[in-house]
């Protein structure tokens, strides 16, 4: 009796550990692989004003952060500008309250006939030039000190200098490229999915983004977790860009895995691998 029970206990633990050891395995099985590239925003940054350039402050491959300066053109004609405008606005302010002062001591003399109507429109018309002529100068005061800050060019995000085109003492044109960044977030990997994989994903899913790197303390690819955030609707076919070993005329959808947590290690066109876990709960 004493057997027939030791023989079933141990043929429940057997059966107990087939079905984990079947299921694990079926979890693994189901895992979604495919294989992409990392994808990260480029910014071409330019002058909005022409120039000869005088400062070049980054070189290629520093990091710079949001706002911070980072080359500079000659501003000598644009201060010289800046300045005249300054000039105008005050000499057109002043005509202006000289205007409307002789206006407002006159205007009443028009009603009894004191002065003649040509007097008394040559003053309204005066006062009303010197207005206009003054907002004109505002306008254009306002105008110079612009172009005077565009003859500093400032890093409109966080990220790093790909391409330096410019140097010292070159003229360049408005909007001219002057340097190349790569911004530091968003990260995403470009990659596609099998027809027959694609019920199996959604928006918001975890996935797990592997490179080529060894981390030297695991031994193993550096792992960056990430979600699914956006999944074509429309089929293509496999480019020939995406190494997998099925047959290259096969229907994918194209969809991005934008990374959590970045660092410098993820780089612009790295070739990377994805699985996706559809067992998985985001």
């Not at 979890?27 to 350039?53: A, C, H």
């Not at 229907?251 to 612009?268: A, C, G, H, S």
Request: net charge positive; with cysteine; charged share 30%.
């Amino acid at each position: 009796m004493k057997k027939i029970i030791v023989v079933a206990i141990i043929l429940v633990i057997i059966s107990i550990l087939t079905f984990f050891v079947v299921l694990f395995f079926k979890k693994k099985t189901d895992i979604i692989e495919t294989f992409g590239n990392i994808e990260i925003r480029q910014v071409d940054l330019s002058f909005q004003v022409s120039g000869v350039l005088n400062r070049l402050y980054k070189e290629e491959g520093d990091y710079i952060k949001k706002g911070e300066l980072i080359a500079t053109i000659d501003d000598r004609d644009y201060r010289a500008n800046y300045k005249k405008a300054i000039y105008l606005e005050k000499s057109s302010l002043a005509q202006a309250k000289d205007d409307i002062s002789k206006f407002e001591r006159n205007y009443p003399l028009c009603f009894d006939n004191t002065i003649s109507k040509e007097e008394c429109t040559s003053l309204l018309n005066k006062k009303e030039y010197s207005k206009a002529k003054y907002k004109e100068n505002v306008e254009n005061r306002i105008y110079q000190k612009n172009q005077l800050d565009y003859t500093k060019l400032y890093a409109p995000q966080d990220g790093i200098i790909t391409t330096r085109a410019q140097e010292k003492g070159a003229f360049i044109n408005a909007s001219q490229i002057v340097y190349v960044m790569s911004l530091n977030t968003p990260v995403w990997v470009r990659t596609y999915i099998k027809e027959t994989d694609l019920g199996n994903i959604k928006y918001g899913q975890t996935a797990y983004v592997y490179t080529d790197t060894i981390n030297p303390k695991t031994k193993k690819k550096k792992e960056y977790k990430g979600y699914i955030g956006y999944i074509s609707p429309v089929a293509e076919f496999t480019p020939k860009t995406v190494q997998t070993e099925d047959l290259r005329v096969d229907l994918v959808y194209r969809i991005r895995v934008y990374i959590d947590e970045t660092d410098e290690f993820l780089r612009q066109g790295m070739p990377v691998t994805v699985k996706i876990n559809p067992n998985e709960v985001s």
